[in-house]
Each structure stands twice: as structure tokens, then as C-alpha cells.
């Protein structure tokens, strides 16, 4: 049961991992608003990395931004936890296919392999808390300049790439939290004192077994006061 839980645990934070990079390639992070739009032949959307346009033809026109310090800081920080949550997941495969029981990795040290498992584990909960502050950042940025009467610039809208992000993140902490839950720990003394109890077990048991089974013996002799010559 537990090698088939890891087996799932490692598919979620896969798809979970190769979701990430398909939000990073999306380029919709934000769509322009039509509510309140006179213009409605033209649309604005954007990704943490660039900017584009299109018309009613279908001709659309893409720039990357052009500095990295003239950015807004959130869009900063989001860049920088969605790279850290894929350096995170690719810790988090490695560990989990070296600690998983059906690899031959490790050998048939068990309670070594479920720790790695396990931190294999944590590095899946790390990419998915990663991956949703940084959509969570994102869009909580979009509903508040789309919410603000006095904003002065375009508003925009959740793009289908923070969806993406959020399936993402969940299937990463799903993956991450079955992983530490069903992993081997226990160190080798716990195994010892199992071990001992089993020995102390069947110890008792032979002992009443061989109590049971053994002849009766005979009655004690009473002592006696009298000399040997008293006798007849």
C-alpha cells in the first residue's frame, strides 16, 4: 500500500512540476477588462515576462519588458518564487525516485529510503506553497487595481495561466503531504525493541508450552527423625 501511495505521490508533483512551466510559458497572466470599454477591437494581456496586444484580425504584436528594475515588486517576487519552485521540484523528483521502495536505489535499507522519500515530500510542499503565493500575489494584485475607482491604468482580469498555477500548486501539496504521511521513519532502535518484544514473546510461549507437556513428577519424600539402624 505504501509504494503505491509514493507511485502517486510522485505523479501529482510531476504534473504538478510540468504545470509550472506551462503557466511560465502561458502569456495570459492578465487579460485586459472589456467592462466599461469603449474599444472593444483590441485586447491587452501579459505574463511575468512580457507584454502583447492583438486586434480584431487576430495580428497580435509582443515586446518583453525592458527592465527588470523599472518592474513593479510583486511582479518581481513572483518571478523569483515560481523559479524557486521549480528548483524545489527538481529536488523533490530526485529524492522521491531515490526513496521510493519499489527503486533499487539504496539498496534494501528501508528506513533510509523513507526518509529521503519523505524529504522528497517536503520539497513537493515547498514548490507547492511557492507556486501559490506567487499566482496568489499575482491575482490578488489584479482584483485590487480592478476594484480601485481612482487606479489610473488598464485593468485587467485572471488569465487562463493562474488557473494553471493554482492546479499546480495543488497537486504539488497533495503529492508533498502523501508523501510525509505514508513514508517509513522509524529509526533502527524502535525496530530493535520490536524485535526484542517478538523474541520475549515466543520465549514465554515456549516456556508454557514445555509446562504443559512436561511428565509429572514425583511426590517429595517427607524427612524423617529416625536413624537408618531404626528400622527393622
Known amino acids: 500500500m505504501k509504494a503505491i501511495t509514493e507511485v502517486v505521490a510522485l505523479f501529482l508533483g510531476f504534473v504538478g512540476w510540468v504545470m509550472i512551466f506551462v503557466s511560465l510559458q502561458d502569456q495570459y ?12 477591437t483590441s485586447a491587452i494581456y501579459e505574463n511575468l515576462w512580457m507584454s502583447c496586444a492583438s486586434d480584431s484580425t487576430g495580428v497580435y504584436n509582443c515586446r518583453e519588458f525592458p527592465s527588470l528594475f523599472a518592474l513593479p515588486g ?8 515560481m523559479i524557486a519552485s521549480i528548483v524545489f521540484g527538481t529536488f523533490a523528483l530526485a529524492a522521491t525516485l531515490a526513496g521510493m521502495q519499489c527503486s533499487k536505489i539504496g539498496g534494501e535499507n528501508y528506513i533510509l529510503k523513507g526518509r529521503i522519500a519523505a524529504i522528497g515530500g517536503v520539497f513537493f510542499l515547498l514548490q507547492g506553497i511557492c507556486t501559490m503565493i506567487a499566482i496568489s500575489w499575482y491575482g490578488a494584485n489584479i ?7 481612482f487606479f489610473p491604468g488598464i485593468k485587467y482580469e485572471f488569465g487562463e495561466a493562474l488557473y494553471i498555477g493554482w492546479c499546480s500548486a495543488t497537486l504539488a501539496i497533495c503529492g508533498g503531504s502523501c508523501l510525509v504521511c505514508s ?4 529509526t533502527p532502535n524502535d525496530n530493535m525493541c520490536v524485535s526484542l518484544k517478538n523474541v520475549l514473546y515466543y520465549l514465554v510461549e515456549l516456556v508454557h508450552i514445555r509446562l504443559h507437556l512436561s ?3 514425583a511426590p517429595h519424600s517427607v524427612p524423617s527423625n529416625y536413624d537408618k539402624n531404626a528400622y527393622v
Not at 482584483?143 to 475607482?149: G, H, Q, Y
Not at 513514508?183 to 522509524?186: E, F, L, S
Open 29 to 40: 497572466w492578465r487579460v485586459s477588462t472589456q467592462d466599461g470599454s469603449v474599444i472593444l
Open 74 to 81: 510583486y511582479v518581481q517576487a513572483c518571478r523569483a518564487l
Open 143 to 149: 482584483t485590487r487595481e480592478f476594484f480601485d475607482d
Open 183 to 186: 513514508c517509513q521513519v522509524t
Open 215 to 217: 511428565p509429572m513428577s
